[in-house]
C-alpha cells in the first residue's frame, strides 16, 4: 500500500516543503529510513540523520530550523510526534482485521449477556452473568468471570483474566496475560505466627479508554474498589494493590509497583521500576524517576522526584554531584590536615 505527501499531510494536518507527489510504501526510524519510507524528527539529538536520511517523506515540527539542505519532502506539523502516532493510528485502522462471530468452542454460561457483533474466540469463557457490550473482542482462553462486566469496543487478547464481579469499560485494551480482580494481598499476623486470610470482598473498576500492557496484575479492593480511571495507560508488568487509585491520563512504564490504598493523581508519569508505598497519595501532574522509591505523599502539583527514598529531582541531581566527587574532597582534607600538622611542628 502506497501514500503520497499530499495523502500524508491530509492525515495530519501538514504543510508540505519539497515534492508533494512524494510516495512512501514504509515506515522507518529515520537513521535507518531508505528511499520509499516515511518517517519523524521529534528529538533534537537524531536531527543529523535528518540531512542524510534517504527517506522520500519526513515530519518535523514547525519551529525546526533547518541548518543544511535536506533531500527529503518534509512534512511540517505543530509536534511531529503526535502526527506520527495519528498517522500509525490511521495506518493500523486500514490494516486491521476485524474479527467476529463466537467460536463453537467458546464456553458461554447461559445467563450471560452478549451484545451485538462481538468477536469470541476459542476456549475462552464467560461465566454466569457476566455482561458483553457490544463491538467487544475476546481473544482465546481469556476468561470472564461471574458478573462481571466488559465495556463497548474493548479488546481483551489472548489469556486475560477478569475475575467477579470486575467491571472494565469502553474503548479499553487489555494486552494477554493481564489478570483483573485477583485478592489483593491481605493477612493479619496471629500470635503463633502465622497468618490468616482476609478475605478480599471488593473489586476492581477499570474506566474508559484504559490499556493495560502485557501481565499486568490489579488486585481487587478489600471492601470498595480498586479504580483505574479513564484514559489511563499501564505498561508491561507492573502490580497495582488493592484499593489503590489510578488518576486518569496517567502513564505508568513497566515493573512499578503500587501498593494497597495509595491514590496517585492524574496526569502523573511514574517510571520503570518505580515503587511507591501504601496509604499514600500524589497530586496531580507528578513525575517520578526510574526505579525511584516514594515513601511519602508528595502534596505538590507536578513536581518531579527521584531516588530512593524519593526526594526532588533538582535536588537529587546537587547530591549525586557531591557524592561522586568525595574521593577528591577527602584527598584534599588528608592533604591538608599533612600541611596543617607540618605548620604546627614549625610552630
Known amino acids: 500500500m502506497k501514500f503520497s505527501a499530499t495523502q500524508v499531510a491530509a492525515v495530519i494536518q501538514g504543510q508540505i516543503e519539497g515534492d508533494?507527489?512524494?510516495?512512501?510504501?514504509?515506515?522507518?526510524?529515520i537513521e535507518e529510513a531508505k528511499k520509499g519510507t516515511l518517517c519523524f524528527l521529534a528529538n533534537p539529538k537524531y536531527e543529523q540523520h535528518l540531512y542524510t536520511?534517504?527517506?522520500s517523506i519526513v515530519i518535523i515540527n514547525n519551529d525546526l530550523k533547518l541548518k543544511q539542505k535536506v533531500n527529503a519532502t518534509l512534512i511540517r506539523v505543530p509536534d511531529a510526534y503526535t502526527a506520527f502516532a495519528t498517522l500509525l493510528q490511521t495506518y493500523e485502522q486500514i490494516m486491521k482485521v476485524n474479527k467476529s462471530g463466537i467460536s463453537d468452542k467458546a464456553i458461554i454460561a447461559e445467563t450471560a449477556k452478549i451484545g451485538q457483533n462481538v468477536?469470541?474466540?476459542?476456549?475462552?469463557?464467560?461465566?454466569e452473568h457476566?455482561?458483553?457490550?457490544d463491538n467487544v473482542q475476546i481473544y482465546p482462553n481469556t476468561y470472564i468471570g461471574d458478573h462481571a462486566k466488559v465495556g463497548?469496543?474493548?479488546?481483551l487478547y489472548a489469556n486475560v483474566s477478569i475475575y467477579h464481579r470486575c467491571?472494565?469499560?469502553a474503548t479499553c485494551i487489555l494486552h494477554s496475560g493481564v489478570v483483573v480482580g485477583c485478592d489483593g494481598f491481605g493477612h493479619a499476623p496471629q500470635a503463633d505466627g502465622t497468618f490468616q486470610k482476609i478475605p478480599q470482598l471488593g473489586n476492581v473498576v477499570i474506566e474508559d479508554y484504559v490499556e493495560l500492557g502485557a501481565n499486568c496484575t490489579i488486585d481487587r479492593a478489600t471492601m470498595g474498589s480498586t479504580i483505574i480511571e479513564r484514559g489511563a495507560k499501564l505498561d508491561n508488568l507492573i502490580q497495582l494493590g488493592h484499593n489503590a487509585i489510578i488518576g486518569a491520563n496517567t502513564v505508568i512504564a513497566a515493573q512499578a509497583g503500587i501498593s494497597g490504598s495509595t491514590k496517585i493523581g492524574s496526569n502523573n508519569m511514574i517510571g520503570g521500576q518505580a515503587g511507591i508505598v501504601g496509604h499514600i497519595y500524589t497530586a496531580n501532574g507528578v513525575k517520578v524517576n526510574a526505579q525511584s522509591g516514594v515513601t511519602k505523599s508528595i502534596k505538590k502539583e507536578n513536581k518531579l522526584v527521584t531516588g530512593s527514598p524519593a526526594y526532588?529531582?533538582?535536588a537529587s541531581l546537587r547530591s549525586q554531584s557531591v557524592v561522586r566527587k568525595l574521593p577528591d574532597l577527602m584527598s584534599r582534607i588528608i592533604d591538608l590536615e599533612?600541611?596543617?600538622e607540618e605548620l604546627k611542628k614549625a610552630t
Open 152 to 155: 463497548k469496543g474493548s479488546i
Open 312 to 314: 526532588d529531582y533538582t
Open 20 to 29: 508533494e507527489k512524494a510516495v512512501v510504501y514504509d515506515l522507518a526510524k
Open 167 to 169: 467491571e472494565v469499560g
Open 338 to 340: 599533612q600541611k596543617l
Open 130 to 133: 457476566a455482561r458483553i457490550a
Open 53 to 55: 536520511t534517504e527517506a
Open 119 to 127: 468477536y469470541i474466540g476459542a476456549g475462552a469463557v464467560i461465566d
